[in-house]
């Protein structure tokens, strides 16, 4: 197979007030046709800065300052602007993370297809726009002779995403870059994106780039394999070949970060320490401060690419001295044995929500009446032992962050009982609900968007101690805030700094610790690792762990993130457009799902185990977009996508069926 | 004591001012995130040599807000009570008065050119004729004070104007040549990690010091050379001639800096507390609290504001006329309907601030750290001061900043027609509205509005040169210069 894509000795900076950043040091690799090339990494590790200097669409701070990038003969590097022009979108097709900020929402999807054509020389007029209706089928859009004439925002996130992709590919470029392309999708999404890519692909044999920070994607994904870390690739291989043996010690440390069900029961393994700034001069080996195999010469001398020692056929090879020395590292690390059942103490049920409901009512007109509502939560019915941790699974829009919100009062319920430890809090006078505040906590999603810049880190721990008359004075506050920061794993100075000279782990450790702060019975998470990457999810994750079983605290944890479900996970309620649809012990529903809506969820997790075998998405009628929660299908409200539905489904919202005596589900073909 | 101290309105609200400001610096160095911005501000060469300009305007406009009422002499003899002129007069007129001398004020009788010996017009005078006889000529009178010292005004005053240009030139030189010897020196003084003052001077003109102490330092020469030149020629001559009444029009031009700076600053401190809490409590409350704001602000909005400020600013002066009983002297009169106008812009202006306000408390509202603040429980009113009104501070900073100019701009044209300060108060407007007659005369009468125009040039260019820096500085999408490097600089080149 012959290269498309040549890249060699790649080397971009970003200059910035604290100096220069080695975006990318001595990126060096090819791409051949029909072949999927991903590269990985955790973020800023520069993998997003691989494409944007392969397309020469740096920000302006940045600059190439070595390198080649060829692509079939044509030194991009060197051709001036306007013939990158024509390479762009011609050549090199590009598709993003976020698609709603990809399309341009003044034009319709036909004509911005169009557009592409005609720019390329490929097609015009009416030929253009057959073209354009043909590319909208082959991308799986239902009705693509509609759709042509429809804008982006009147497209759900997964249709908008194949737009982009048929606006990436229509006029057959040799290569694609597709840079995070379901990151912001949910699951059965992104299962049919990915399905969307390979058929592709097999269809017209471009070579694709893809990348990604999820390992279950680039298993089910790619050829080969690039692993980035601190701007430099440490390890190339074949896809089989990187999964089942990595070489680099960081590829072993983060495949043992990842949560799943083998490493239920015991702490995730974690890598110490961080990145190094990239604005350092590296001598050395760049992973030598957190590398557990680290000897004298890693200080001293950068590692050059070693192969892999065991076979010779394979060109699978990374950037350690170990493998030079012959010393394979050992390979992640088992964790089979200590899969042992979660320790569960065993009481009465902490917190009973009964038919919570949530409906933000729909305004019109000049006087803002009432039109109907949205029912983001549609009668949910939950129940938490003490010491016990729940996952509320869901796709985005299914209400799982509004019954948080709910429980929590910071939205105001519209009808349904939460009974904490035994006191009905819904609708209870102002009084009883701020004396009730301290036994219910919540830790947000965006540790950016949670701490407030203007508040040092005491004092906002201090902030609801001091709303409680906690500690009553200031030195007893102190005192707890520092014992506090300790508990959760940060230096005590941290009391005195601002949030923003903190990590992202950092701030949801300070999150957790201002939670902890006024002893509260129960936590509810909210997707408290979403934003967060691999090897820093591990260590929040072993951090509640600790702290459920020093403390005895409940956790509710919201998710869509299912490995992290089978991780943590005592019971599981599974939600879906308002509603529980499922729920049980985690070993019930994880292992024997009985909702069709379960099992499609489990069934498009991108799995490392798996690997390409992994069945695809069979089930064509998954496509169908979430109906809106202002007006639910009638009867069950999953029978829109529903494989198994009959004309029964569509009559009546099917009654509970009581599996055993924990597991419950609203399904009436429910096997 | 031979005076009586006069403590008027705005006097009183302009010190209250400063003193926030100086409250707000001692608080802002102690915390580093407020501190940051202003160490960036400060970086900015342009901005710094703004604020050297708007220093120096604002030490006119304070010198000018300290006011009192000289004593009147008693005639030796009669015992009584101590009597006080009826004119109130400020440090600043004390100051030009030493400095301009018998220039200061109303010292002729009408128009003059700038540097002129002679009036503008002809008058007709009588002259002891050949004949002994005195006889009526008609030509342009010599005038009371400017160049009176010249006896032969013809041959002798362009070597006189140039020898005291040089020689005010030559005091602006030494003045700033001990100027920056303090500033210098006390910036050594706490940054001893520059090598001392030689140091500071040394990396000042090779610019590398961390302050750009270069453009800092031109700018106080600019101005060092201006007040020089100004001090030895205007106190010869009327530097910038005289207007209609024969005042000097230097003097009105510096009297009217004050008024510019209280339009400018008071009235922003009118319209700030309105539209930052209206507008936060619009944001963060929502619901009919929000559709009540909403309401004023857009009907506010949606009435000509010239329309409104003329006839607040007429019954204004309704009330003032019909109760002359209220001031002592005509001089607090004209403070209190600068008061007025200042609050009455204020009110008028607070929307746009509103708005932006509103629409930052609806993000600020959703983010999780204000959510987590109301799982604990606290009040709503401690989340607004201890959430939302430090988050929302650098905008309002830079709105105030922004603000400043747009204000005294609306008093040149509110006084230009005719519904703006007091007459009897000197102001960048009232001398343009006095240029509109002058223009039309032949020759032309330039040098009013010529030094109006070039003092509301320098204040407002200034305040905005300033105002952008304070932007790029708070706004932290505005990043650095870049520069474009590497192998692409080629290609794209
Ligand atoms: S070179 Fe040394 S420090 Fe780097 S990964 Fe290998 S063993 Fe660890
Ligand atoms: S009730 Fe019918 S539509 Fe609903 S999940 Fe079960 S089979 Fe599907």
């Known amino acids: 197979m012959s290269a498309v894509l040549e890249i060699g000795g790649l080397n971009t900076r970003i200059e910035t007030a604290g100096g220069v950043i080695r975006a990318l040091d001595d990126v060096s690799f090819e791409i051949a046709r029909g072949e999927t090339f991903a590269v990985v ?274 060109s699978h090879r990374a950037r350690c001295h170990l493998l030079e020395e012959g010393e394979v590292p050992p390979l992640r690390a088992e964790a089979g044995a200590a899969a042992a059942a979660l320790p569960v103490s065993q009481q009465g049920a902490l917190l009973e929500v009964r038919d919570l409901k949530v409906h933000f009512p729909i305004r019109r007109g000049l006087f803002r009446r009432t039109v109907g509502h949205v029912r983001a939560v549609d009668g949910v019915s939950l129940t938490i032992g003490a010491g016990r941790t729940l996952a ?206 379960t099992q499609a969820l489990l069934a498009a997790v991108p799995r490392i185990e798996g690997g390409a075998e992994a069945p695809q998405v069979a089930d064509r009628k998954l496509f169908a977009d979430l109906p809106s929660p202002a007006n639910p299908p009638a009867g069950c409200h999953f029978h829109t996508r529903c494989s198994r539905a009959t004309a029964e489904c569509a009559a009546a919202y099917p009654e509970a069926r009581i599996v055993s005596q924990t597991h419950r589900v609203h399904c009436i073909h429910a096997q | ?211 750009p102490w270069r453009s800092i330092l031109i700018t106080l020469l600019v101005i060092c050379l201006c007040a020089g030149v100004a001090a030895t020629l205007g106190s010869r001559y009327h530097l910038l001639g005289t207007d209609k009444v024969g005042q000097d029009v230097l003097y009105l031009a510096l009297k009217s800096v004050r008024t510019a700076l209280i339009i400018g600053t008071l009235t922003t401190l009118v319209m700030l507390p309105m539209g930052v809490l209206l507008g936060i409590a619009a944001g963060y409350f929502g619901g009919w609290i929000d559709d009540a704001i909403q309401y004023v602000y857009t009907t506010l909005n949606s009435i000509p504001g010239v329309l409104l400020i003329a006839a607040s600013v007429l019954m204004m002066q309704v009330a003032i006329d019909a109760n002359p009983g209220w001031f002592a002297t005509a001089a607090e009169r004209a403070d209190f309907r600068l008061l007025c106008l200042c609050f009455i812009l204020g009110m008028m202006s607070w929307t746009g601030l509103c708005r932006l306000m509103r629409g930052e408390a609806l993000k600020l509202r959703e983010l999780e750290y204000v959510q987590a603040a109301r799982a604990f429980g606290v009040s709503r009113l401690a989340i607004i001061v201890r959430h939302i009104l430090p988050n929302v501070m650098h905008l309002v900073i830079i709105s105030a900043v922004m603000d400043f100019s747009g204000m005294v701009l609306t008093e040149a044209v509110l006084s230009y027609v005719g519904v703006g300060v007091d007459p009897s108060m000197s102001s960048f407007g009232s001398m343009i509205n006095a240029a509109r007659l002058e223009m039309s005369r032949d020759p032309m009468v330039w040098w009013s509005l010529a030094a109006a125009f070039f003092f509301m040039l320098a204040l407002v260019l200034a305040a905005n040169l300033f105002a952008d820096a304070v932007r790029d500085a708070f706004d932290p999408r505005l990043s650095p210069k870049r520069r474009r490097r590497g192998l692409l600089a080629k290609a794209s080149a």
């Open chain 1, 41 to 314: 990494g955790e973020s800023g590790c520069g993998k997003s800065m691989t494409a944007l200097s392969i397309m020469r669409l740096l920000p302006e701070a940045a600059w190439i300052d070595s390198g080649r990038v060829d692509q079939e003969g044509r030194r991009l590097l060197e051709l001036p602007e306007y013939e990158m022009r024509d390479v762009r979108g011609r050549r090199i097709g590009m598709i993003f993370q976020e698609p709603a900020t990809s399309l341009n929402p003044v034009m319709t999807c036909g004509e911005q297809i169009v557009e592409v054509l005609e720019r390329h020389g490929i097609a015009r007029g009416a030929a253009a726009r057959a073209r354009a209706l043909d590319w909208l089928q082959r991308v799986g859009i239902p009705d693509p002779a509609q759709r042509m004439d429809d804008y982006p925002f009147q497209l759900s996130g997964g249709m908008k995403q194949r737009v982009m992709i048929a606006l990436a590919l229509c006029s057959e470029p040799e290569v694609l870059i597709a840079d995070e392309p379901t990151t912001a999708l949910d699951v059965t999404i992104q299962a049919q994106i990915l399905d969307l890519l390979v058929e592709l692909q097999r269809s017209n044999g471009m070579a694709m780039l893809l990348i990604t920070h999820d390992l279950g994607v680039v298993a089910r994904m790619a050829h080969r394999v690039a692993l980035m870390y601190a701007g430099e690739m440490i390890e190339i291989g074949s896809r089989a070949s990187f999964f089942a043996r990595p070489l680099h010690p960081y590829a072993a440390r983060l495949f043992a970060a990842l949560p799943g069900s083998a490493s239920r029961g015991s702490p995730l393994m974690t890598i110490p320490g961080m990145v190094p700034p990239l604005t350092t001069e590296f001598a050395g080996c760049r992973f030598a401060p957190r590398c557990a195999f680290a000897h004298a010469r890693c200080e001293a001398e950068a590692p050059g690419w070693h192969m892999a020692a065991t076979d010779g056929t394979t």
């Open chain 1, 392 to 597: 509320l699974v869901g796709e985005s829009g299914c209400g799982k962050t509004t019954v948080g919100k709910g429980l929590l009062q910071l939205i105001a319920p519209s009808a349904g009982s939460i009974r904490f430890d035994g006191r009905e809090l819904a609708g209870a006078p102002a009084k009883v609900l701020r004396q009730s505040r301290s036994l219910m906590q919540i830790v947000f999603q965006d540790p950016f968007a949670s701490l407030n810049p203007r508040m040092r880190v005491g004092e906002i721990i201090a902030e609801g101690m001091a709303s409680f008359g906690l500690g009553v004075d200031q030195a007893g506050r102190d005192r707890e805030a520092a014992s506090l920061l300790a508990q959760v794993g940060l230096p005590a100075d941290a009391r005195d700094r601002y949030p923003h000279e903190f990590s992202g782990g950092q701030r949801q450790r300070i999150a957790i610790a201002r939670a902890l702060a006024v002893e509260p019975k129960l936590i509810v998470c909210d997707e408290p690792t979403s934003a967060l990457d691999v090897s820093v999810q591990a260590q929040i994750l072993n951090l509640l762990a600790d702290l459920q079983r020093e403390r005895g605290v409940a956790l509710l944890f919201i998710t869509h993130n299912l490995a992290v479900v089978e991780h943590l996970a005592h019971d599981i309620a599974v939600m879906y457009l308002g509603r529980i649809v499922e729920s049980g012990s985690a070993d019930e529903v994880l292992r024997r799902p009985r909702h069709p809506y």
């Open chain 2, 1 to 211: 004591m031979n005076f009586m101290v006069v403590v008027l309105w705005t006097d009183v609200l302009l010190f209250i001012l400063l003193a926030v400001c100086l409250a707000y610096a001692r608080h802002a160095a102690r915390r580093p995130h407020l501190r940051a911005p202003w160490a960036r501000m400060a970086r900015s060469a342009s901005g710094m040599a703004a604020a050297t300009v708007l220093s120096a305007f604002a030490l006119i406009g304070v010198l000018d807000s300290l006011h009192y009422r000289p004593l009147i002499e008693a005639k030796p003899g009669v015992p009584g009570p101590a009597r006080y002129a009826v004119e109130v007069r400020s440090v600043l007129d004390l100051v030009i008065q030493g400095v301009l001398g018998p220039m200061a004020g109303k010292s002729e009788k009408t128009y003059s050119a700038p540097l002129a010996t002679h009036a503008f017009s002809r008058e007709n005078i009588e002259r002891p004729g050949p004949d002994g006889k005195p006889r009526q000529v008609r030509e342009y009178p010599r005038l009371a004070n400017g160049g009176a010292h010249l006896k032969d005004p013809a041959r002798e005053w362009a070597a006189d104007v140039a020898t005291h240009a040089v020689r005010g030139m030559v005091f602006g030189f030494i003045a700033w040549l001990a100027l920056a010897f303090v500033l210098l020196g006390a910036y050594a003084a706490n940054h001893q990690e520059d090598g001392g003052i030689a140091g500071v001077w040394g990396d000042a003109w090779s610019g590398r010091g961390r302050l």
